[in-house]
């Protein structure tokens, strides 16, 4: 059983940094990706930044050049630098792993931390 540990969220000042983290226990493929999804209130939970195990990166459009994904070198956790931080960033923030199982695909989610950013 793969579970997720997110930490890092708070409240921040918009134009404000902060750094969430997330690490992967259990046993994982060597080929997966890890990313990062946010969920404002009354809205649909949307990818904010991806990161595949090889190495490629992708951003929503709304974050890039702001927000940076990246991992350590045991490949299980991954991190979202986020910078000059607005008010639209406030909401839930979940990581994701899809990963390969013996099954198929699978999906692990993280239990979410909360970003709030005051203008």
């Known amino acids: 059983q793969v579970q997720l540990a997110e930490s890092g969220g708070g409240l921040v000042q918009a134009g404000g940094s902060l750094r969430l983290s997330c690490t992967a226990s259990?046993?994982?493929?060597?080929?997966?990706?890890m990313s990062w999804y946010r969920q404002a209130p009354g809205k649909q939970r949307d990818l904010v930044a991806a990161?595949?195990?090889?190495?490629?990166?992708n951003y929503a459009d709304s974050v890039k050049g702001r927000f940076t994904i990246s991992r350590d070198s045991t490949r299980r956790t991954v991190y979202l630098q986020m910078n000059s931080l607005k008010f639209e960033d406030t909401a839930v923030y979940f990581c994701?792993?899809?990963?390969?199982?013996?099954?198929?695909?699978?999906?692990?989610w993280g239990q979410g931390t909360q970003v709030t950013v005051s203008s």
């Open positions: 259990g046993s994982i493929s060597e080929a997966n990706v």
């Open positions: 994701n792993l899809v990963d390969a199982t013996t099954s198929g695909r699978r999906d692990t």
């Open positions: 990161h595949v195990s090889g190495g490629t990166t």
